[in-house]
């Protein structure tokens, strides 16, 4: 059944440098002053943060009136009753879109770069002023998105995890990470430095730097591939652990597959977000696949 309500435009943010400095300090002035104190100002930090304020005025005055509209934090995307006629608005850098990538179950993402001179705009790949266009295709149901592969990450009590980018799994120190890894029918002991589990999306980040200088690397996938690639960083070879098994492709039909060795420390998580990180203690197993719902970005 087709819902009635109209749609509602649901703006992303995540507090900027200002913000986050003066929530440290307290006040603006008390910020300036501690910055002065180490031969620093605040001025380049107040003029990005004007422009990223100026930039979410100007997209929610161009939100229709018939629209409902909510706006919510990086920090309480985790707690936000997302809905099926939301347009997902994200103001600000690239990995604000991948942060609110795993809470959505198929509302498109209009990614709106608010400091071209600074970000990438992978996946913010648009101005403001792009705004009134992309709310009249949504509303007549035309707007043309792009489907982004995700990873998922299951443990085997049921406890699951998705990342736009990568998955990362290993230790939660600077400590080895050790497990016993699983591809393409064979298993290795491993002491390691973890595994990166990446998507084409993620190509361009993380994975990118580990695969630099790898000989043999695996062609990383692009963003709509149903494909992953992972990589196994710094692995040891010892008489207890080899280093044969340390870089591959995972087609949309497979699985590798990572048994922890870890007492403590253990850990998975995805897009850099370490907070939000799912417990892999000794004998939890983890499966790492292509995720069954997609990022749709605008």
Request: with cysteine.
């Amino acid at each position: 059944m087709a819902s009635t309500l109209p749609p509602r435009a649901v703006l992303v943010t995540r507090p900027t440098e200002l913000e986050a400095l003066v929530l440290r300090h307290g006040t603006l002035p008390q910020a300036r002053f501690q910055l002065k104190s180490h031969g620093l100002d605040t001025v380049a930090l107040e003029a990005r943060h004007e422009k990223q304020e100026a930039t979410v005025r100007e997209v929610l005055n161009h939100v229709p009136m018939t629209w409902r509209r909510a706006r919510v934090s990086r920090e309480s995307l985790d707690r936000f009753l997302f809905e099926p006629e939301d347009l997902i608005v994200a103001v600000g850098q690239d990995g604000l879109v991948a942060n609110v990538a795993k809470y959505l179950s198929g509302q498109p993402v209009f990614g709106v770069n608010s400091l071209p001179d600074v970000y990438e705009g992978v996946l913010v790949r648009h101005r403001a002023v792009a705004a009134p266009d992309i709310f009249a295709d949504f509303s007549a149901r035309r707007l043309k998105t792009e489907s982004r592969t995700m990873v998922e990450a299951r443990l085997a009590d049921g406890q699951s995890i998705l990342a736009l980018n990568e998955i990362f799994i290993g230790h939660r120190s600077h400590q080895s990470a050790r497990y016993v890894i699983g591809h393409d029918g064979h298993t290795e002991r491993h002491s390691s430095s973890g595994i990166i589990v990446s998507t084409g999306t993620g190509a361009t980040g993380w994975a990118k730097s580990v695969c630099r200088g790898r000989e043999g690397a695996p062609v990383l996938p692009a963003p709509g591939d149903r494909t992953l690639a992972f990589f196994v960083r710094e692995a040891w070879a010892s008489r207890a652990t080899g280093a044969t098994i340390t870089d591959g492709l995972l087609s949309d039909a497979a699985a590798l597959t990572v048994t922890s060795e870890m007492n403590d420390g253990g850990g998975l998580f995805g897009d850099g977000v370490e907070d939000d990180r799912l417990d892999f203690p000794w004998s939890q197993k983890a499966t790492i696949r292509c995720a069954d719902g997609a990022l749709l970005l605008v």
